[in-house]
């Protein structure tokens, strides 16, 4: 059985009091943090900037899952090497030079990964997807989160299934990450058609009228239901 790999997205958590939060996730056993990485340009949100990040890694040694949204990569994941984190994911659509972002990340000693918008083709992946870690999924236009009218993709299992089969048949163990809207309702078809890496925002993880410890084992109860119904 797939480890199923619980990523809180720290820009669903009280900004205000970060070190309260990040200690809080900690406390109910997360062991990664998702961290937007954001520039304004590729999305209209900029929720943490680098010297806040800088501050976080002294606080924790919780992984750091950093998800680049902007149309520098390079320098971006430049300085999330620096500050030394453990996952680096970059977006398909605002890169030049896959190639190269991927070996600047794993020869740092970083996992690599690559972030796909919901109407980016899987067959794009054909030249790279043995070099990467792990896929990204976005399940909703990425940086909208904020609207919440913006809804899961209607072709969201579809494209995990899709690609599960692309891994399995290339005999690779890439992981599979999705992001947006990854709700208690929705988390068991997710798993079920083969994700094995939640981001978790105010759908799930961070439900307001629930403690963090509550909503964890809410979440954990749709993850098992999603591996019994595919039988893992």
Same mark, same amino acid.
């Given at each position: 059985?797939k480890?199923?790999? +619980?990523? !809180?997205?720290? @820009?669903?958590?009280d900004?205000? $009091?970060?070190?309260s939060?990040?200690?809080e996730? #900690?406390?109910i056993g997360?062991?990664?943090l998702?961290?937007?990485?954001i520039?304004? %340009?590729?999305s209209p949100?900029?929720p943490?900037?680098i010297?806040t990040?800088?501050r @976080?890694?002294?606080?924790t040694?919780?992984?750091f899952?950093?998800h680049i949204?902007? =149309? $520098?990569n390079?320098?971006?994941i430049?300085e =999330? ?7 680096? &994911?970059?977006?398909y659509e &605002? *890169? ?5 972002y991927?070996?600047l990340i794993k020869d740092? /000693?970083?996992?690599?990964a690559? %972030?796909?918008n !919901? /109407?980016t083709?899987?067959s ?6 043995e #070099?990467l870690d =792990?896929i990204?999924? @976005?399940l909703i236009n !990425?940086?909208f989160? &904020?609207n919440?009218?913006e ?6 299992t579809?494209k995990i299934t899709k690609?599960?089969? @692309?891994?399995? *048949?290339? /005999? +690779?163990s ?5 992001d947006g809207?990854?709700?208690l309702e *929705?988390?068991a078809?997710?798993v079920y058609?083969?994700?094995d $890496?939640?981001?978790l925002?105010?759908?799930?993880l961070?439900i ?6 509550? $909503?964890?084992?809410?979440v954990w109860?749709?993850v098992?239901? /999603?591996?019994t +119904?595919g039988g893992?």
């Amino acid at each position: 059985m797939k480890k199923i790999v +619980l990523s !809180p997205s720290v @820009m669903c958590a009280d900004l205000v $009091n970060l070190a309260s939060s990040v200690k809080e996730l #900690e406390e109910i056993g997360i062991d990664t943090l998702h961290i937007d990485v954001i520039d304004g %340009a590729f999305s209209p949100s900029m929720p943490l900037g680098i010297e806040t990040i800088k501050r @976080m890694r002294e606080i924790t040694k919780l992984d750091f899952d950093i998800h680049i949204m902007a =149309m $520098n990569n390079e320098y971006f994941i430049k300085e =999330m090497l620096a500050i030394g984190v453990q996952n680096i &994911t970059f977006h398909y659509e &605002t *890169s030049l030079h896959i190639d190269r972002y991927v070996r600047l990340i794993k020869d740092a /000693g970083a996992r690599a990964a690559i %972030a796909l918008n !919901p /109407g980016t083709s899987l067959s794009v992946l054909d030249a790279i997807i043995e #070099e990467l870690d =792990m896929i990204c999924l @976005m399940l909703i236009n !990425p940086g909208f989160a &904020t609207n919440k009218n913006e809804k899961q993709v209607p072709y969201a299992t579809q494209k995990i299934t899709k690609l599960k089969h @692309m891994i399995e *048949s290339k /005999g +690779l163990s890439t992981s599979i990450q999705v992001d947006g809207r990854v709700s208690l309702e *929705s988390i068991a078809e997710l798993v079920y058609a083969g994700a094995d $890496n939640l981001v978790l925002g105010s759908t799930s993880l961070f439900i307001k009228e629930n403690s963090l410890a509550e $909503n964890r084992r809410l979440v954990w109860e749709a993850v098992e239901t /999603g591996q019994t +119904l595919g039988g893992q």
